[in-house]
């Protein structure tokens, strides 16, 4: 849910209203029960997986902060976003609602973005600007190219966001997307959620320099390095790129620190190639946990409105669970209905 107005309303979906700025005291409270609605359904999610009704899941536990700062730094209403598969905290803030997310992940009739036919957050959303992603990493880019040049070839004041891992840096996809969004100034943030591993590559055997966002000067564009893990230090940088990109200054390069809690998907088994000392260290990275000390330490945060936060997502979830696992699956007579042209 994008803010706490909408926590109590399950089968309601309201975009965030943009707010220049300063995050307010309620922006940054709105954010954690959005980061805590997200953590409570990827654990769900991942529940159900084990439970073999969830086919895969590419869990977003980590990127919660880097995601929602950066949502609400945009205007759904105005600009577009291209995702990646781990972005569940961004469709969340964006207006998805937890029941339609979950009849995603099980394939259920009533699914918004493909009706239940494809991987689990693949498709277009009918109320946000979002286009369907494949799930070939990469692709998402220089598409996110295409879309902002539509946009500056029609004069419109938007913004593209894309969203990648630091996996997708290796591909040549996102070089041909950066240095043609370059040249042509290009209303782009280029949003990259560096976790440290490409599925099970480290970074070290990625690539030869500490940060992606080095990479930018190539370009000749921005880019600038902040900690993912920080809703004030990501949220500031979105908003500055996203400025940069409507007022026709072209693309900038965001990197986002993160870690990845999980292993790379539901299929995956991270202890194969990370070190219990990684695995230990990045626990204590965790976003939430991180916002909740800041929270508190301003005394925006106690023991009563954490609890009722955690209370409401978990109602919310389960809620969602039960209409979810209700529903039926799509028909499949419709099969072919959503990918060709009708008449």
């Known amino acids: 849910m994008p803010d706490d107005r909408a926590s109590s309303a399950p089968s309601r979906s309201i ?9 307010t005291a309620s922006d940054l409270v709105g954010m954690y029960r959005t980061m805590v609605l997200s953590r409570v359904l990827d654990e769900r999610i991942w529940l ?14 980590g990127h919660e902060a880097a995601q929602v700062a950066l949502a609400r730094a945009t205007d759904p209403a105005r600009d577009h976003y291209l995702i990646y598969y781990r972005e569940l905290t961004t469709l969340l803030a964006l207006g998805m609602t937890p029941l339609e997310l979950l009849k995603g992940f099980l394939c259920r009739d009533g699914e918004p973005l493909s009706g239940g ?6 498709g277009a959303h009918p ?15 220089p598409q996110a190219a295409g879309v902002a040049l539509a946009d500056k070839m029609r004069g419109e004041a938007r913004a593209t966001i894309v969203y990648f891992g630091d996996g997708a840096t290796s591909q040549g996809d996102c070089h041909e997307a950066m240095n043609f969004a370059a040249i042509h100034r290009l209303p782009v943030v280029f949003f990259c959620e560096n976790n440290r591993y ?12 500490e940060n992606v966002a080095a990479r930018a000067a190539g370009y000749g564009m921005p880019g600038v390095t902040v900690d993912g893990t920080d809703v004030i230090a990501v949220f500031e940088a979105a908003q500055a790129a996203v400025a940069r990109a409507r007022g026709g200054k072209g693309p900038t ?12 998907t539901s299929d995956d088994d991270h202890t194969r190639y990370r070190s219990a000392d990684d695995i230990k260290q990045m626990r204590g990275k965790d976003p939430i946990a991180i916002l909740e000390t800041q929270l508190r330490r301003q005394r925006l945060l106690d023991d009563a409105l ?14 969602a669970t039960e209409q979810a696992e209700a529903a039926g699956f799509p028909d499949p007579g419709d099969f072919s209905k959503r990918l060709y042209a009708e008449g």
């Open 306 to 319: 954490h609890t009722e936060i955690w209370a409401e997502a978990k109602r919310i979830v389960n809620q």
């Open 15 to 23: 975009a965030p209203e943009p707010r220049p700025g300063k995050l």
């Open 117 to 122: 036919r494809q991987f689990p957050t693949h």
């Open 127 to 141: 109320r946000v600007d979002l286009f369907s992603f494949s799930n070939v990493v990469g692709t998402q880019l």
């Open 48 to 61: 159900l997986n084990r439970q073999g009704k969830a086919a895969i899941v590419a869990s977003a536990q």
């Open 253 to 264: 390069l965001i990197e986002a620190m993160v870690e990845r809690l999980f292993p790379h």
């Open 198 to 209: 490409a599925i099970s590559v480290p970074l070290s055997k990625q690539m030869a320099i």
